[in-house]
């Protein structure tokens, strides 16, 4: 166990529907990480969150957003899905930011989302 | 950008033997972070194994090692001793050392160990 939980497990939506994924990081971590896992693009980078405040972009649809609360817990939210969107998303979480030594990403279970 | 290719989609070991998994990266960077991930069928990424590249020793842990070739851009897992629970896919990862906070993971390498 990494300590990270992310809910729900598994997620079963229509195209067009907006849903919300939930991680929370491990207690003391102030980063937050979310990767989409596809068997397409395999595993991509989507966006960091340091402390509240976003930190890093990668290949994230403009129709994908993500927020992280007070108490360092994140939400990703997907909306106007579509087939293409059914993957595994991960959540991961480390104590700092990288670039000031060695971070480790602890890595949630994943929520599995298929779109129907 | 980084890149990282993992040339094997699928490898089968026997028990008790030892396997390589081979990975190559691309990177102008001088200063960078290198990892194994392994992912059973519960789908949890679990850290295998680090190596920073300014070290010249290879990882090990346990029965898990590295071969990293800085020059050569190549960053080799050897697992000795095989395992029913080695069975996994497993992901190479780049990490730079500073300035960036994503990995960059290669496509995998579905590793079967057959009893």
Same mark, same amino acid.
Request: charged share 15%; aromatic share 12%.
């Given at each position: ?27 003391? !971590? %102030? ?6 896992? &596809? #068997?397409?693009? /395999?595993?991509?980078? +989507? ?23 007070? !108490? %360092? ?6 909306? &106007? #899905?579509?087939? /293409?969107?059914?993957? +595994? ?28 | ?115």
């Amino acid at each position: 166990d990494s300590g990270v939980t992310q809910t729900p497990k598994h997620l079963i939506t229509a195209t067009g529907q907006r849903v919300t994924l939930r991680c929370s990081p491990r207690s003391g !971590d %102030l980063s937050v990480y979310w990767y989409q896992q &596809s #068997l397409d693009q /395999g595993l991509q980078f +989507l966006i960091q969150y340091y402390n509240g405040e976003e930190r890093a972009k990668g290949n994230i649809l403009e129709r994908f957003s993500a927020q992280q609360f007070p !108490d %360092l817990h994140s939400e990703l939210n997907l909306s &106007s #899905l579509e087939l /293409g969107d059914s993957a +595994l998303y991960f959540c991961a979480s480390s104590d700092g930011l990288a670039g000031e030594g060695y971070n480790e990403q602890f890595f949630g279970p994943g929520t599995r989302l298929t779109v129907l | 950008a980084q890149t990282v290719t993992q040339s094997q989609p699928e490898m089968s070991v026997q028990e008790a033997e030892t396997v390589t998994l081979s990975c190559t990266y691309d990177t102008s960077e001088n200063n960078y972070y290198l990892f194994w991930y392994k992912q059973p069928p519960s789908r949890q990424m679990i850290l295998v194994i680090r190596q920073e590249a300014y070290k010249q020793q290879n990882a090990t842990e346990n029965r898990f090692s590295v071969n990293f070739q800085k020059a050569a851009k190549s960053f080799s897992l050897k697992i000795s001793d095989s395992q029913l629970g080695d069975t996994a896919m497993y992901f190479c990862a780049f990490l730079p050392g500073a300035g960036s906070y994503q990995l960059t993971f290669g496509k995998g390498t579905k590793l079967s160990v057959i009893p």
